[in-house]
């Protein structure tokens, strides 16, 4: 059983359209990430919930609109796609506090062209 | 500001040597910190987690680290790598503000030739 998944694993789409990636985590977790992995694999976190409210928002475009309809989702919504918003994105669940870990899905590599 | 910072961005070993890989961390107050490996094409993995206690801790695939507070650091390192060991490494810490939000260092890449 994948703890956490996303999908799509790749995707390919023009500048201006709109897309989202799904993330759905079975570990009990309340705590869910999106992670941006830019060209140079540098990553960086966009938002986190927990239990479904917005904690953190990484000064990402708001173009970008994460969605929690529960404690095991956290979508990930982009209008007008950028060529610049060509990264990999990492879905992550975590327990809520200190002394916890993350797990991380596989990624889903975003190509705008 | 909170950062962490990873010295080493690209090493080549043979295998059978050993490895270091240098992190230092910038925060204030209580830290976890976490190394994550990510092989080519996957997803990131957790391989060891420092929380408290015993400063040498102990991963997975014969991996350790040691956090030095006096120095900000905690190395990552094995004895003695195998050309499955190759890929990259991240270093990572976590506040004590419970947002969950870790920072991660640039990432070093880890070839090892056979």
């Known amino acids: 059983d994948t703890a956490v998944s996303q999908t799509p694993k790749y995707l390919v789409t023009q500048m201006g359209n709109d897309k989202s990636i799904k993330c759905e985590q079975n570990?009990?977790?309340?705590?869910m990430y999106w992670y941006k992995q830019d060209s140079k694999k540098f990553l960086k976190i966009m938002f986190s919930?927990?239990?479904?409210?917005?904690?953190i928002n990484e000064t990402v475009p708001n173009r970008f609109s994460p969605k929690s309809p529960d404690k095991a989702h956290l979508n990930l919504h982009i209008n007008s796609l950028e060529l610049g918003d060509s990264a990999v994105y990492f879905c992550a669940s975590s327990r809520w506090g200190q002394n916890t870990e993350a797990f991380f899905g596989q990624g889903t590599r975003l190509t705008v062209v | 500001a909170q950062s962490v910072s990873q010295h080493n961005h690209h090493v080549i070993l043979s295998e059978a040597a050993s490895l270091e890989l240098g992190c230092n961390y910038s925060?204030?107050?209580?830290?976890?910190l976490f190394w994550y490996v990510q092989y080519p094409g996957q997803h990131l993995q957790l391989l060891l987690k420092?929380?408290?206690?015993?400063?040498l801790v102990k991963g997975i695939k014969g991996f350790e680290a040691e956090f030095i507070k006096s120095k900000f650091s905690f190395n990552l390192r094995k004895p003695s790598v195998q050309w499955s060991d190759t890929a990259e490494y991240f270093c990572a810490a976590r506040g004590s503000s419970n947002t969950g939000k870790l920072i991660f260092g640039q990432g070093t890449t880890l070839q090892v030739k056979p």
């Open positions: 925060y204030g107050g209580t830290v976890n």
């Open positions: 919930y927990n239990n479904k409210e917005l904690i």
């Open positions: 570990l009990g977790h309340d705590t």
């Open positions: 420092y929380f408290s206690g015993d400063p």
